[in-house]
């Protein structure tokens, strides 16, 4: 369960978008839409970073990490850079074991493993990869992470670089969703609604979508009306 409070909500983190909810719990949940497959997400007051990519952002001038997840080895998700300029001694740093093995610290996590590196956090990595024939050599199976969230008892879900890829139907309740649309390395259109239908998300967020039009999304029946369908800077 999770309630949204507002959205678009303005200079919380100056330059970007950022959208407040009440967890289950009744603690605070900010997400902020830096671009692409970066987030910076605060649950009462704890900071967690994805994929953060310098490129993208000022992070000397963000708030340091308790946590960076970090989903694959990939240039627009890994970036050294950028962790140096959000972590500190006690930040905990969590990918895959490519990832982990280029930047030589933190924890890494394969697919199936859980992990409950502070108390107000659970974490389960998840599969992430290609299905299509000739995509499988972008992202393939059993080396990326995707990673869901307890925050609260609320869900998040981190789709990673994915198509619609039948794990999907076993990730029980989420509240957030975010889900990878960017074709030909990631979901067309049509996985991105099928992705939409096995999770059933109470909101989603389309991310990592380069030029992707994602008007079809908004005007397509197979959608269900209790999926609230949110579409943010993260191009």
Not at 52 to 66: C, E, R, V
Not at 68 to 97: C, F, Q, W, Y
Not at 206 to 225: C, G, Q, R, V, W
């Amino acid at each position: 369960m999770i309630t949204s409070i507002q959205e678009k909500v303005a200079n919380i983190v100056p330059g970007f978008e950022t959208d407040v909810f009440e967890t289950a719990d009744g603690k605070s949940l900010k997400i902020t839409f830096i671009k692409h497959a970066s987030l910076l997400i605060n649950y009462d007051g704890h900071i967690i970073y994805t994929d953060p990519i310098s490129t993208f952002a000022d992070y000397s001038t963000l708030p340091k990490a308790d946590m960076i997840l970090i989903t694959h080895e990939h240039h627009d998700h890994l970036d050294p850079k950028a962790i140096e300029e959000i972590e500190t001694s006690g930040t905990t740093i969590v990918s895959n074991r490519n990832s982990y093995q280029i930047i030589g610290k933190g924890l890494w996590m394969k697919n199936g493993d859980t992990l409950s590196p502070y108390p107000w956090v659970s974490i389960k990595a998840v599969p992430a990869y290609n299905t299509t024939p000739d995509r499988t050599i972008y992202h393939p199976k059993d080396r990326d992470n995707g990673y869901v969230l307890h925050l609260g008892g609320s869900v998040v879900y981190l789709s990673g670089d994915t198509e619609d890829i039948p794990e999907m139907t076993t990730l029980g309740d989420v509240d957030i969703a975010f889900i990878s649309v960017n074709q030909p390395y990631t979901m067309t259109i049509k996985q991105a609604v099928h992705a939409i239908q096995m999770i059933h998300p109470a909101i989603v967020y389309p991310y990592h979508y380069s030029d992707t039009d994602l008007s079809p999304l908004h005007s397509n029946a197979a959608i269900e009306k209790s999926t609230d369908l949110r579409i943010r800077a993260l191009q």
